[in-house]
């Protein structure tokens, strides 16, 4: 790659880099008009909610009731036909 190319590319990266910025200031604006939270638009994305852990009984109980749930509409399914 030649030296204009280098610097054609760099040159680039920062206009897009303005770009991308001025964009976030504004979708910030828009989302305080709308009473929105304040801050950068990936910020939902970076810290998901955290999630509580299940015991391994709750997940026995859970697995129980799905298979009981299963069992009774396939039984369903049977008679129908």
């Known amino acids: 790659m030649t030296t204009n190319d280098h610097a054609l590319l760099e040159a680039a ?3 897009y880099q303005h770009q991308a910025a001025q ?3 504004k979708i910030a604006d828009i989302r305080r008009q709308l009473g929105g939270k304040s801050g950068s ?9 955290k999630r509580r ?5 709750a997940r026995k ?3 129980a009731a799905q298979k009981k749930r299963w069992e009774e509409y396939h ?5 129908k036909s």
């Open 53 to 57: 852990p299940m015991s391994a009984a």
């Open 23 to 25: 964009l976030a200031e």
């Open 41 to 49: 638009a990936g910020s939902a994305a970076a810290s998901p909610k």
């Open 13 to 15: 990266l920062i206009g």
């Open 75 to 79: 039984r369903k399914q049977e008679t």
């Open 61 to 63: 109980r859970i697995a």
